[in-house]
Nanobody, 126 residues
């Protein structure tokens, strides 16, 4: 079964750190794009970071300098190291992946991703 599975969420105090993981199961090739999105209650889902197959990364302005996205070599395993967490980072974090190339530069719209995980909750208290 093709699926993405996230882990690593939890509750931390402001200034703390968490590391999220996303493992892609059931897909033999390497995803062209893997990304993290997040959605806070009452808000739209927003992109956090993207990593391309070749390793190029793109970040949302709100997380630049605090979050680092990485990928495990040529595997469909992705991480998000989150440092200096703020209460506004509180959200459900989702892993997404796209199989094929995309004609424009990142970020990609939500609709361009083929696979989505179920999400992992991150809660940051002040």
């Amino acid at each position: 079964q093709v699926q993405l599975v996230e882990s690593g969420g939890g509750s931390v105090q402001a200034g703390g750190s968490l590391r999220l993981s996303c493992v892609g199961h059931g897909y033999a090739a390497i995803y062209a794009y893997m990304a993290w999105f997040r959605q806070a209650p009452g808000k739209e889902r927003e992109g956090v970071a993207i990593i391309e197959r070749a390793g190029r990364t793109t970040y949302a302005e709100s997380v630049k300098g605090r979050f680092t996205i990485s990928r495990d070599g040529f595997k469909n395993i992705m991480y998000l190291q989150m440092n200096s967490l703020k209460p506004e980072d509180t959200a459900m974090y989702y892993c997404a992946a796209r199989r094929g190339a995309y004609a424009s530069l990142p970020p990609l719209p939500l609709s361009e991703y083929d696979r989505w995980g179920q999400g992992t909750q991150v809660t940051v208290s002040s």
